[in-house]
């Protein structure tokens, strides 16, 4: 049995069920009375939700010791930028009416518009280089060049906050689980390193090379 299948499936229905509703309502006209801002708040928090899950899979990998949650990663990244850039695109088709001189004038007015977009802006190099031959061509710098993905989901995240007016409850509790998976992160790295330190240089080297390999390991 491949192991890998369900955590394909989940993860392709993670992206295709939430567009397929958002179509399916579109169709139905089930939007509520402004649904361009409906199709703007799903398609973001979507966004948020597939972006924090992207990011769980690393510590989900090392608690489970299973290697299926990094192979699904890409997958779960793509989706992440795929609805991102749906959430661009409603804001910049309908609000902006594609006025390129409207969209400079919010990154300069609105600093929530600024910290979305500069968002989108660090995961296009993510979503460009996520292939395989990206990769091999880029070797360790593949690795540096993907946490972009942190101060991305921060920036998200804040942009979310600062978006809301009111009830600020959601956006909190993103940004309480995007801390929660940073701290993780922050704690895994300082073992890593504490663990390279105590070993021989020899092994430090093999270590290394393997942390690399697992960290940047493919579908």
């Not at 995961?123 to 593949?142: E, Y």
């Not at 972009?148 to 804040?158: N, R």
Request: with cysteine; proline share 5%.
């Amino acid at each position: 049995m491949n192991h890998l299948l369900p955590w394909r499936v989940a993860a392709w229905a993670l992206g295709v069920v939430p567009l397929a509703f958002a179509v399916k309502w579109t169709f139905q006209s089930l939007l509520g009375p402004n649904p361009v801002e409906f199709l703007e708040h799903y398609t973001g928090d979507w966004t948020l939700r597939l972006l924090l899950t992207t990011l769980a899979m690393t510590p989900l990998r090392k608690v489970t010791r299973l290697s299926e949650p990094i192979r699904v990663r890409r997958i779960l990244g793509l989706w992440t930028y795929a609805f991102l850039c749906l959430h661009f695109s409603i804001y910049l088709v309908f609000d902006l009416g594609l006025s390129v001189a409207q969209l400079g004038a919010d990154l300069v007015k609105r600093t929530y518009i600024t910290l979305g977009f500069s968002a989108w802006l660090m995961l296009l190099p993510l979503a460009i280089t996520s292939t395989n031959a990206w990769q091999r061509r880029l070797k360790r710098r593949w690795v540096t060049l993907h946490q972009l993905i942190y101060p991305a989901a921060i920036l998200g995240c804040t942009h979310y906050y600062w978006l809301v007016k009111a009830d600020t409850r959601e956006p909190l509790i993103y940004l309480a689980i995007l801390l929660a998976l940073l701290a993780f992160r922050v704690q895994s790295v300082g073992i890593s390193l504490r663990r390279r330190r105590e070993q021989p240089p020899a092994v430090r080297v093999q270590i290394e090379t393997m942390s690399a390999s697992t960290s940047s390991e493919r579908p």
